[in-house]
């Protein structure tokens, strides 16, 4: 194993670890994290407002734009310490990192198979869908191998 295969075996370890710790957590959709700890804390928009040196109007903003996707990761941060909180940031993917790696070099594999299983057919030399199983599965396996700088190119 090569040293770029060691680094990259690092990252997916490091992000399959963030999807075990973190994976089934959702934002609370009707308020999102920054309301619904400000309320669990007991806390109220003015009191939070104060302990950033900010309006509550300002407060209400920013739950507001947590909500639309337009909070900046430092307002979110800044209004996490201010209620005595940790901002943790991540991106999480839906399975393990492995498993979208493969789902993509199918993907991939199929495309390729297709093209070339197309040219054989017009050459009355098209394979049976086990053949074309097989091919797919091998063809998933060297991309999942050589990891091509083109696996997540459209």
């Known amino acids: ?22 994976g089934d957590y959702a934002m609370p959709s009707s308020e999102g994290w920054l309301k619904t700890v400000r309320k669990a804390l007991g806390m109220s928009g003015s009191q939070l407002a104060n302990r950033l ?5 300002r407060v209400s903003q920013a739950e507001s734009a ?5 909070a900046t990761l430092k307002s ?23 498993s979208v790696i493969r789902d993509r070099a199918v993907f991939k594999a ?3 198979i297709k093209a070339a299983s197309t040219q054989m057919a017009l050459e009355a030399q098209a394979l049976s869908d086990e053949q ?19 696996l997540w190119d459209e």
Not at 3 to 22: G, P, S
Not at 53 to 57: E, F, I, S
Not at 76 to 98: G, L, N, T
């Open 1 to 22: 194993m090569g040293i770029e295969a060691v680094v990259l075996k690092q990252y997916q370890n490091k992000v399959n670890q963030a999807l075990k710790q973190f």
């Open 53 to 57: 040196g900010v309006t509550k109007g």
């Open 66 to 70: 947590e909500l639309t996707g337009s």
């Open 76 to 98: 979110m941060q800044s209004m996490a310490q201010a209620m005595d909180c940790r901002f943790v940031y991540a991106v999480i993917p839906e399975k393990e990192i492995e």
């Open 110 to 112: 199929k495309e390729q």
């Open 132 to 150: 074309l199983t097989f091919e797919v599965d091998r063809l998933a396996s060297e991309i999942i191998e050589k990891m091509p700088s083109d």
